[in-house]
């Protein structure tokens, strides 16, 4: 399940799957007819049952999330067992934690909601998994990190 898969065409990252290994949801329209399966709509809602995937991930997606505690909640509801989560964040150094519980939020950018700081980010992580990856690579002002993540049992 890919959360946050674009607009475009299949990610990069997904190329070589067969169609019907993959899944995505994504909240704006598509520009091209996907040759996987793609449902419209948010990550805090995702419309699938319970342990429906053994991989989740998420690549520079999950600060876009209008709550993310409960996209992460709903990830976490949706994978296996012994599923593992991969994700790829832009961690800022200071960025604050996204607004919660009902609170209003306000875009901080033309692109984002908020920024990620690895800070906040990785003990908020570790309530739900257990980090067995992380691949950290500075990029001036930020880093760029990845990240894969087992479910906790």
């Known amino acids: 399940l890919d959360i946050g898969c674009g607009p475009s065409a299949r ?4 190329q070589g799957y067969p169609a019907d290994c993959v899944s ?3 909240p704006i329209q598509l520009q ?3 040759d996987f399966e793609v449902v ?3 990550a805090e809602f995702l419309p699938w049952p319970k342990a429906s995937f053994h991989t989740v991930i998420a690549s520079t997606s999950l600060d876009h999330m209008l709550s ?3 996209a992460l909640a709903e990830i976490e509801r949706v994978l296996t ?4 989560f991969l994700v790829w964040i832009g961690s800022v150094p200071g960025a604050a934690q996204p607004p919660g519980n009902g609170q209003p939020i306000a875009p901080l950018d033309e692109y984002h909601l908020f920024h990620i700081d690895s800070a906040w980010f ?3 992580m570790a309530e739900m998994f257990i980090t067995e990856e992380r691949q950290e690579f500075d990029a001036g002002s930020f880093s760029h990190v990845f990240y894969r993540f087992d479910k906790k049992p």
């Open 122 to 124: 990785e003990p908020m």
């Open 11 to 14: 990610p990069l990252y997904l």
């Open 24 to 26: 995505a949801i994504e």
């Open 81 to 84: 067992p012994d599923g593992r």
């Open 68 to 70: 993310l505690p409960k």
């Open 32 to 34: 091209v007819k996907p």
């Open 40 to 42: 419209r709509g948010f």
